[in-house]
Nanobody
Framework: QVQLVESGGGLVQPGGSLRLSCAAS????????MDWYRQAPGKKRDLVAS???????NYADSVKGRFTISRDNAKNTMWLQMNSLKPEDTAVYYC???????????WGQGTQVTVSS
């Protein structure tokens, strides 16, 4: 099994920055792609950004040019650098991955990001 723990959320003013972290533990050799999702109140959970074990990345159109996903495979850690934050970025952000063998999904507990003046 894989355990995911997020950190780094908080309250920030519009235009500000935050950096989220996701630490993975357990059977991390079974995972490849890691993702960040977010869920705003009353809305579905949406994919924000993905990164493969080789470092290839993919972003939602709404965050391209503002957010950067990265990871350190040796440390089993992933980050999401969020710049030029907007009120519409307010959501609970979740770290996600999936086993390459069982296709089981793993989720972190979520971290709240609030962008408000």
């Amino acid at each position: 099994q894989v355990q995911l723990v997020e950190s780094g959320g908080g309250l920030v003013q519009p235009g500000g920055s935050l950096r989220l972290s996701c630490a993975a533990s357990g059977t991390t050799g079974t995972i490849n792609v890691m993702d960040w999702y977010r869920q705003a109140p009353g809305k579905k959970r949406d994919l924000v950004a993905s990164i493969t074990g080789g470092g290839s990345t993919n972003y939602a159109d709404s965050v391209k040019g503002r957010f950067t996903i990265s990871r350190d495979n040796a440390k089993n850690t992933m980050w999401l650098q969020m710049n030029s934050l907007k009120p519409e970025d307010t959501a609970v952000y979740y770290c996600h991955t999936k086993s390459m063998y069982t296709l089981r999904d793993y989720w972190g507990q979520g971290t709240q990001v609030t962008v408000s003046s």
